[in-house]
Structures are given as C-alpha cells and as structure tokens.
C-alpha cells in the first residue's frame, strides 16, 4: 500500500530490504521510487517506522529538491525517541529490555506489543481502567500477542487480565506470581519479571548464534500506574533500574 499526503505529493510506504531491515519507499509524482533507509531508527516498532516514513515523505514534499534523501538517511542515528515509549532499556543478562510504561490503555499497548520484531515476554498489569461492564478490553490485545513467547500480569489488574486472556484465546503462555503455591492476588513489578525470567535458559541468551531469536522483555502494561507508583515515568525508571539489577543477577547465576 501506498499512502499520499495530498495531490502533487510524494507518496510512501514501507519496506524491508534483502536483510529484513526497514525502509521507506518514496514515490513521486512522476511514479520514480528512492529509498531510505530506517535501520538506524532508535524508535522501535513498526508504528514508529510509519511515523518516520510519513514526516520523511512531508519533508520531502515542502522542501522539493533542497534537502536530499541522502540528507535525511544521515539524519536518521541523530534522533532521540521519547522515554517511556517503546525505549531500549538496554541489553543485560542477554536480554533486551523495553520500557513501554507509558503504554497505559490497551490501544497503546496493541501498538507498542503489536509493532515489536522480537518475540518478547510482555509485562501487562497495573491499576484498572475498567469499562462501563467491568470489564478491562484485554481481548482486543489477544491478536497482538501472537508472536510472543508469553505473558506475566501483575498488579491490581493483573488476576482480572490474566482471565480476560484465558478466556479470549490468547495463543501464549499466561504467567502469574506464585505465592505458597497459590496465585498472587497481587504483585508487583519486581515479581513480574523475577517470573519473565524464568522463561529464557541459557541457549535462548548465549551468544553466537546469528539465527537466534533475541531474547526479550517488553513492560507495555495497558494500565495506569497508581496502584504501585506515582506515574507512568515512575514506574518506567523502576522498570529500567530492575532491568540492570535482575538482569545483572540473571547473568551471574548462568555462569
């Protein structure tokens, strides 16, 4: 599919290159494509890559010919995404870390767990933002879970999400913290992903193996914050210093 800005203006869309990297096609008028490469894009997801692909083509068309894609493709590493956003903690413990923690209603998580590459262990839970039948809307996350390896909910909402997911046919694993052998009604972030980790073993973190699925963390919980934090940037700088704590701990135990 190729979207226009308007008549007269450069259309775009975007691809993927021999190696699986993104990249935007532009279309002119005249139907001649260039391509620019989003490989060095910082922002992750693919709704990311859409928003560069459409302010790259709106450049394009108010500059004309004084700025080249050239131009723009060198310009691309410079550009600092937004925290909380579907941001690259890091790697430890041979984990990639994602701090989604502004992702506080389902639709932003269905962008943010919906657009990553990487099959990851997703972080759902938090306060509830319930609907008018008390329900929480976690069926409509179910499709964009897909291609993940599993689910840990937490928090006040999380018993309510994990039945929501159960019940609507979610295709991953649904974990919840264990307490004494029973279900925790509640549990925070940090027990979360104390249970994220038991899910990777040392093949799926050793490195080496250029055909190996990343392994990978995603906090992206479609709830508010309140129930453990005082807001959702809060709860990301928790999120990001348990990551090099507990990740840290994780590598230490493998070796």
Known sequence: TVWYLGPGSPGFTLTRDEHSDPSVAIVDAEGSHSSISLRELRALGTHNQMN???AIALVLALCGGSITAEAIEAAIPTLLPPPHRVEAVGSFGGIQWINDSKA???????????????????????????????????????????NHRAVVTFGEAGPQIAEELQTNGCPC???????????????????????ALTQFN?????GGAEDREPACIIL???????????NYEHRGEVFAELARQLGTAF?????
């Open 52 to 54: 560069a692909a459409a």
């Open 104 to 146: 506080t209603n389902v639709e932003s998580a269905i962008a943010g767990v919906g657009g990553l590459d990487t099959c990851a262990v997703v972080l759902l839970g938090g306060a509830p933002k319930r609907n008018a039948d008390g329900s929480l809307g976690f069926e409509r996350l179910v499709p964009s879970l897909a």
């Open 251 to 255: 590598a230490s135990q493998r070796n």
């Open 220 to 230: 992206s919980p479609a709830c508010a914050s309140f129930d453990e934090f005082n």
């Open 202 to 206: 040392r093949g799926d973190v050793a």
């Open 173 to 195: 694993a649904i974990l919840q913290v264990q307490e004494h052998g029973a279900i925790a009604d509640d549990v925070g972030l940090k027990g979360a992903i104390q249970v």
